[in-house]
């Protein structure tokens, strides 16, 4: 529960994605830097966010399961060196198969994912800043991959999209929980600007996605259209009231399996790029 085996992918999958189609090549940065998206990463992400928040996710319903863990306090310790050590072998063998460059971005997507929750700096709760570091945690392994490998012009609008999805969605996921996150004075995008303007926020993030998607070509509509599935998600929660907040979970409950059907679409569309299609 701690490190959210559910959303694994969503690291993972970008790192992996962006490394073999632009670079081609199966070799040991792949799958070191894949395996690495894909556990100890999110160890490291979620784990110091279960630690840095386990007041305020004791008071919020949703927490406890598969969107995070409340665990005690004598496991806190645990978890934060669970996650260094189980992080530090693969960041090593990176660095040392990378060049400096490509180390600085490791460096940077690291620091983000810490900074998030950790206290003294918690960007979490600042406002925008917020749902950019968010997004930063999954745009990350895809901007790491391009570092390794290079990229293309269509590579950076792929990438831009993809930061505007990460804003979207965890400005939507933020509005689930205005009312704990108040309760435990913590500020988020959310909080600040309210339920229902933050709704619209992610809309127009999320059709700003798509546009750019749809900006790639025929080729990357299917993927645009799948994207659209992710605005037909909000539309019940337009008018949506700060008091009424806690609705908005059946909303996320629903993205959680949108992205595996995004994901499978967007699978699809790169095999038959890459298979020439």
Known sequence: MTSRPLSWVNTAYPFAAGYVVMGGVVDARLIIGTLFFLSPYNLLMYGIN?????????????????????????????????????????????????NWQSASVLAAVLFFVVAYSAKGLRFKEVPLLDSVTSSLHFVGPLLYAYSLVGTTQAGWLVAVAFFCWGMASQAFGAVQDIIPDREANIRSIATVFGARATVWLAIVLYAAAVGLVACLGVAAWPVAVAGGLYIINLLPFVRIHDKDSANARAGWRRFLWLNYVAGAVVTVTLLMKVWGV
């Open 50 to 98: 279960d630690v840095c928040d386990y007041e305020s996710d004791m008071r919020n319903p949703r927490k406890g399961g598969v969107e995070g863990a409340v665990t005690p306090r004598k496991y806190h310790r645990l978890i934060v060196w669970s996650a260094v050590l189980s992080c530090l072998p693969f960041v090593v063998a990176l660095v040392f198969l990378s």
